[in-house]
């Protein structure tokens, strides 16, 4: 049965609103990593230290990914939704007041809580809204936003940056997301479940036992942290390596990092046609090939002799990186049922959080350790994909749910 104008039309506004969400959440998590040589002049602070400084963010981050799953399979994830977004927004503003290297530690860890229930809660919400045979692809879609949001995030923040400083930028990021918060909560409602309510206790319990069990689930956690450290490390240390390594200015740096976010939400928003399309039951390949060549140009972009050709490897590192991202958060759309969808993605995006407080740390300390080179940061990034590669290899075939479960869609007002 084909879904109605009004309903298809609904349907898809909660896509665009959680599309936006997205971004918006990357403008403001790009803010501190555009902003942070700035702060780290007035507060005079080290490289291990600033490393200290973008790792906190991701410390609560991660903690927040199972949780935040969970609470969205509970509560549903409208309610999950409105409160990250709120919770993050504030901090964000309250970023712009830090007044000491404490300070601003716990506020980027808080700011971090708030948007780690924001994944799940968002895949949550493609689960209620879709049924289940678009969910892969409309995950893929949505999970674009991300390289949507830092692409525009340099043209955004650095004009800001410099025309107004950067506690001024974080005040007006802060107060557009409450805003937005504003306008989801009077614009999206919650979808009618036609579950029976009385088992529905039951079945979240015995499924969430069962996904800790599966070896796949671990596999592709392992396999998203690998690719975590490079994509994380990149976008936290790349605009600095790029100003003191390459000599771009700032300015320099807002019209050219967006594009290999423009790359990588290309390879993102195709990623779970391609994987329905050609690689069902052979998702592996996918994953591996794609790894394998993210090593590659991650190598041939360090060693590039142009900024011209880094940023044409960067671009085709986070092109191939993506195709990973895409298959990783399409099949457990695929494979479960929406009552654990919430509890699925954050099981996965822990593997990757976790990867968000380990590779700008770690980034920080070996150029610290080496004086400056960026050489040991780079190998330390080519070996965490190659991990992702390993666990890839010990993937067996994937077998497709035969679970019929059409989800009902929300109305929009």
């Not at 599309?19 to 918006?24: D, K, P, R, S, V």
């Not at 291990?48 to 906190?56: D, E, I, N, Q, R």
């Not at 319990?205 to 069962?210: D, E, G, M, N």
């Not at 956690?221 to 700032?250: C, E, H, Q």
Request: hydrophobic share 50%; proline share 4%.
């Amino acid at each position: 049965m084909h879904n109605s104008p009004a309903k298809s039309s609904g349907k898809y506004s909660v896509l665009a609103f959680l599309f936006l969400g997205w971004c918006i959440s990357y403008i403001d998590r790009a803010a501190i990593n555009i902003g942070i040589a700035a702060i780290g002049s007035e507060f005079n602070l080290s490289t291990t230290v600033l490393g200290v400084v973008l790792s906190s963010f991701f410390v609560g981050y991660a903690i927040m990914q199972l949780p935040g799953g969970w609470l969205a399979d509970k509560f549903g994830s409208k309610k999950i939704i409105i409160s990250a977004i709120l919770i993050w927004s504030v901090f964000t503003i309250f970023t712009g007041l830090s007044w000491s290297l404490a300070s601003l530690v716990v506020i980027r860890f808080l700011f971090g809580i708030g948007e780690g229930a924001y994944p799940s809660a968002s895949l949550k919400g493609i689960a209620e809204t879709f049924p289940k045979k678009e969910r892969p692809r409309m995950a893929s879609i949505l999970m674009s936003s991300n390289y949507v949001g830092s692409a525009f995030a340099p043209l955004i923040i650095a004009p800001m940056i410099l025309w107004l400083g950067w506690r001024e930028t974080f005040f007006i990021i802060g107060a557009a997301g409450i805003v937005f918060v504003l306008f989801y909560w009077l614009f999206i409602k919650s979808p009618v479940q036609k579950e029976e309510k009385q088992s529905k206790k039951t079945e979240e319990k015995t499924s969430l036992k069962q996904l800790l069990k599966m070896p796949l689930m671990w596999q592709l956690v392992i396999a998203w942290f690998g690719l975590s450290m490079v994509n994380k490390g990149l976008d936290s240390w790349m605009p600095t390596y790029l100003m003191n390594v390459r000599n771009l200015d700032l300015k320099a740096i807002g019209i050219l990092t967006p594009l290999p976010f423009v790359a990588a939400g290309i390879a993102m928003t195709i990623g779970g046609w391609i994987m329905d399309k050609y690689f069902s039951g052979k998702e592996k390949y996918l994953l591996i090939s794609s790894a394998s060549l993210t090593a590659i140009f991650l190598y041939l972009m360090y060693n590039a002799s142009s900024v011209a050709m880094v940023i044409t490897f960067q671009a085709l590192v986070y092109f191939f990186k993506s195709f990973v991202f895409a298959t990783v958060t399409a099949l457990p759309q695929k494979m479960f049922s929406k009552d654990i969808i919430g509890s699925a993605s954050g099981m996965i995006n822990l593997g990757g959080q976790s990867a968000g407080f380990v590779s700008p740390l770690m980034i920080g300390i070996l150029i610290s350790a080496f004086n400056g080179s960026y050489d040991a940061a780079f190998w330390f990034l080519i070996a965490s994909a190659g991990l992702s590669i390993i666990s890839g290899l010990t993937i067996q075939r994937v077998r497709k749910s035969t679970e019929i479960d059409d989800a009902p869609t929300p109305t929009v007002s």
